[in-house]
């Protein structure tokens, strides 16, 4: 009966792997890769990412204290005679107006870096195909062999 329904089972399939390039075109392409997966181990347009949105929170907590001296400066609480607050809305509202330049900024540096980094991430994938690096393993349909850990 078993080899009744082994003669029935379909034939296993078979994955070409990628064509092999030539031994002196096999190490430049290594070389490549190592040198993209150096540059390529951070990256940099996250770092970017990042910094903008802090300097994003840091703008808006920085904007809305200024903006809150400054209306409590025209609508005093109880009728009280309030100081006008230059000494700390003036330096609140430059850092506030620095930080929303230095978001913008990131987030300009942020997207030139990713279009870099898309660019030589592809190429990585790409030499990654060419030397067989990403070949994904096809198990078994043997009944000989063993089974997967945890589904004896």
């Known amino acids: 009966m078993l080899a009744s329904t082994r003669e ?3 034939a296993p399939r078979v994955i070409s792997a990628p064509p092999r390039p030539s031994d002196s075109g096999h190490e430049a392409l290594r070389t490549e890769l190592d040198a993209l ?3 390529l181990r951070e990256l ?3 770092d970017h990412a990042l910094r903008a949105y802090f ?3 840091g ?3 920085s904007l809305s204290v200024t903006g809150k001296l400054i209306f409590d400066f025209f609508n005093p609480p109880d009728g009280r005679v309030v100081r006008p607050p230059y000494f700390t809305a003036t ?3 430059l850092i506030g107006l620095w930080l929303v330049f230095d978001a913008l900024k990131n987030r300009a540096q942020k997207a030139a870096l990713e279009k870099h980094e898309a ?3 592809a190429r990585q ?3 990654r195909e060419l030397l067989g690096l990403n070949e994904a393993p096809v198990p078994s349909l043997d009944d000989d062999a063993a089974p997967a850990v945890g589904l004896a």
């Open 8 to 10: 029935a089972s379909p």
């Open 37 to 39: 997966n150096e540059e």
């Open 44 to 46: 940099r347009s996250t």
């Open 55 to 57: 300097a994003s929170w």
């Open 59 to 61: 703008a808006l907590v």
């Open 91 to 93: 330096p609140l509202l």
């Open 119 to 121: 660019v030589r991430l």
């Open 125 to 127: 994938h790409e030499l």
